[in-house]
Nanobody, 128 residues
């Protein structure tokens, strides 16, 4: 089984920045695509950003495009989400997810049902 652990969440003022990290451990089988999702109380889990194994293909939700950057370091089994210019509407539990792709191709996935492994999430709170 693969375990994902997120870190880096916290409380920030609007306009501030945070960098989330997600590290995979356990019995990992490379390659795998990664994604970040967020869920606010009473709302659905929505995709924030996604990245292919190679890092050559990325996806960003329209609401975060230009403000967030997803990246990965496969040697460390870690994916990052740099969040700049944070807004109160970014407040949510942020979770990372992994999907084995069985190839080194440039594939990204944006639906929760496409992912096999999930972290427990890290809270991001943005005050106004």
């Amino acid at each position: 089984q693969v375990q994902l652990v997120e870190s880096g969440g916290g409380l920030v003022q609007a306009g501030g920045s945070l960098r989330l990290s997600c590290t995979a451990s356990g019995r990992t089988f490379n390659p795998y695509a990664m994604g970040w999702f967020r869920q606010a109380p009473g709302k659905e889990r929505d995709p924030v950003a996604a990245i292919s194994w190679s890092g050559g293909s990325t996806y960003y939700a329209d609401s975060v495009k230009g403000r967030f950057t997803i990246s990965r370091d496969n040697a460390k089994n870690t994916v990052y989400l740099q969040m700049n210019s944070l807004k109160p509407e970014d407040t949510a539990v942020h979770s990372c997810a992994a999907r084995p792709t069985y190839s080194s191709g440039s594939y990204v996935y944006t639906s929760p049902i496409q992912y096999d492994y999930w972290g427990q999430g890290t809270q991001v709170t943005v005050s106004s």
